[in-house]
């Protein structure tokens, strides 16, 4: 079956650092992927999404991410993050059984330092 | 626009109460969901409504009763809740349903924060 890693539990940088959040996908072929962002107490907003093509993703808010087939990976990243990027990070894949649900993972909690 | 609406904000019920929450999307899309989740944990599916039909029901217990009245709305009736139930409730819509070759983004709603006393 499908599924997400993300191997960080608590990230923390400082504002106008680079971030790079990790997630790690296990699929034979290529899958569906996306990265949503969730402030506390809110619903989920979609960052960006991977279907095929480009392997490099622009989203919203400066946010990009990278597809790498050959290390299963499907990294978000952001050149210089703000105070407002504090939020939990969530990656997500489609499952290619019939049901095609959306898979989350564990989330990446990002903290802001000033 | 890709805005899902969902009332109330908060709710607080008795393990004897019925209680409804409410989602409603304007977008013309024709698939809805329903996602619960607890704290610091990732959101997990519970119910799938393509073309107002259920779909996808996650092995859910009978006290949570989906119901789609028409292509923009989706309820869920809540009924002799246990306190683990409390939850974030977070509906969401997409233009298709799920299906092979072709995944739409869903766009989620901001929650109901339900506590169960």
């Known amino acids: 079956a499908q599924s997400v890693t993300q191997p960080d539990i608590h990230i923390t940088v400082s504002e106008g650092a680079s971030l790079e959040l990790r997630c790690n996908y296990s699929?034979?072929?290529?899958?569906?992927l996306f990265w949503y962002v969730q402030s506390p107490g809110q619903g989920l907003q979609l960052l960006l999404k991977?279907?095929?093509?480009?392997?490099l993703v622009q989203g919203i808010k400066g946010f990009e991410a990278e597809f790498k087939r050959s290390q299963s990976s499907f990294n978000l990243r952001k050149p210089s993050v703000h105070w407002s990027d504090a939020a939990e990070y969530f990656c997500a894949v489609v499952t290619m059984d019939s049901s095609y649900k959306l898979i989350f993972g564990s989330g990446t909690r990002l903290l802001v330092r000033p | 626009d890709t805005e899902v609406t969902q009332t109330p904000k908060h709710l607080v019920m008795g393990m004897t109460n019925k209680k409804s929450l409410k989602c409603e999307q304007h977008?013309?899309?024709?698939?809805m969901y329903w996602y619960k989740q607890k704290a610091k944990k990732p959101p997990e599916l519970m119910f799938v409504y393509s073309y107002e039909k259920l779909s996808i029901n996650e092995s859910v217990p009978s006290r949570f009763s989906p119901e789609c009245p028409n292509s923009s709305l989706l309820n869920l009736h809540l009924h002799a809740l246990q306190p683990e139930d409390s939850a974030l409730y977070l509906c969401?819509?997409?233009?298709?349903?799920?299906?092979?070759?072709?995944?739409?983004?869903?766009?989620f709603g901001p929650g109901t924060r339900l506590t169960v006393l």
């Open positions: 969401a819509s997409s233009q298709e349903p799920p299906s092979g070759g072709i995944t739409d983004t869903q766009y």
């Open positions: 977008m013309g899309h024709r698939a």
């Open positions: 699929y034979g072929a290529t899958p569906y």
């Open positions: 991977y279907f095929s093509g480009d392997t």
